[in-house]
């Protein structure tokens, strides 16, 4: 009953943004942004299987190191390029949203469990894993200004692409280690419901 419940919860609060932004509340809704993270946070724990104390202290090593990243990056120009975070991501530490490191680690566990389902090398996977957190960052980047998320100066740096491939496949590598596994279909619903948010804004602007 939890994964039909968090997948119906995911997609009606993504589609209810879709719907709400495309009529015209905009501001209304992107500055829930951290309230619809929190949820796909909350339900990640309640469905993922976060049943080890292993499991947890890989989320908050992947949580950890986006954090480190993040910082680095907005506040020394290093690994993404320059950039700063607008208002619509929640509290900062630094200039650096909490919520920011919570998705790295999120998006890494729900990458890993969807590529580690695929029928490849495992090498192959980690791949694969790395470059689904590189394809949704990718889109986010699409959208990101204008919804007050992050603006880059200028045009977004290839090594942007490079370190979130590096630090993707870092962490899908970790838990890839550590034999971590997860809830598929939940994980694949949690994925599809944010990459369709992000690719229906990059053509439709607003």
């Not at 919860?9 to 589609?15: A, D, P, S």
């Amino acid at each position: 009953m939890k994964r039909p419940l968090a997948i119906f919860l995911i997609w009606l609060f993504h589609v209810s943004a879709i719907i709400g932004v495309t009529i015209g509340h905009k501001d209304w809704f992107l500055s829930k942004t951290p309230m619809n993270l929190s949820l796909s946070l909350f339900l990640f724990f309640w469905v993922f299987s976060m049943d080890s104390i292993k499991k947890v202290l890989l989320f908050a090593l992947c949580f950890a190191m986006g954090m480190f990243a993040e910082r680095a990056g907005v506040n020394y120009q290093l690994l993404f390029g320059a950039y700063t975070y607008g208002a619509n991501f929640g509290p900062q530490l630094d200039g650096v949203p909490w919520l920011i490191g919570c998705f790295w680690a999120l998006l890494a566990f729900v990458s890993f469990t969807i590529a580690q389902k695929l029928p490849f090398h495992n090498y192959v996977k980690l791949v694969v894993g790395a470059v689904l957190m590189v394809l949704l960052d990718y889109l986010m980047e699409l959208n990101a200004p204008n919804f007050a998320f992050w603006e880059f100066e200028g045009t977004v740096p290839l090594k942007n692409y490079v370190t979130w491939f590096v630090l993707g496949f870092i962490m899908q590598l970790l838990l890839w280690l550590n034999k971590v596994d997860g809830d598929k279909i939940f994980s694949l619903n949690l994925y599809t419901a944010q990459f369709v948010f992000f690719l229906y804004f990059a053509f439709v602007r607003v």
